[in-house]
């Protein structure tokens, strides 16, 4: 797969991403992302990217909710 192909699914995939947190919340737009991101960028390993998605979407949390009191959408 070249790299303008990788650069093209990546595009659609943040762009899907920034329609999709107006109809679905932020932190599961935001989770759905990054596990299709990382499954597709890093080869298809689930566990990983479940893994990776969740710590950083619960990172994400607790960084705006809890030390900003930033309660995002």
């Given amino acids: 797969m070249g790299l303008r192909q990788r650069n093209l699914v990546f ?7 920034l329609a999709s947190i107006q109809w679905a919340s932020f932190y599961v ?7 299709l991101s ?3 960028l890093r080869g298809g390993r689930p566990l990983i990217a479940l893994l990776t998605s969740a710590l ?8 705006f909710s809890l030390a900003f009191s930033v309660y995002l959408p």
């Fill in 11 to 17: 595009t659609a995939l943040a762009v899907a991403y």
């Fill in 38 to 40: 990382v499954l597709y």
């Fill in 56 to 63: 950083s979407v619960g990172l994400i949390y607790l960084l």
């Fill in 29 to 35: 737009s935001t989770f759905v992302f990054l596990l």
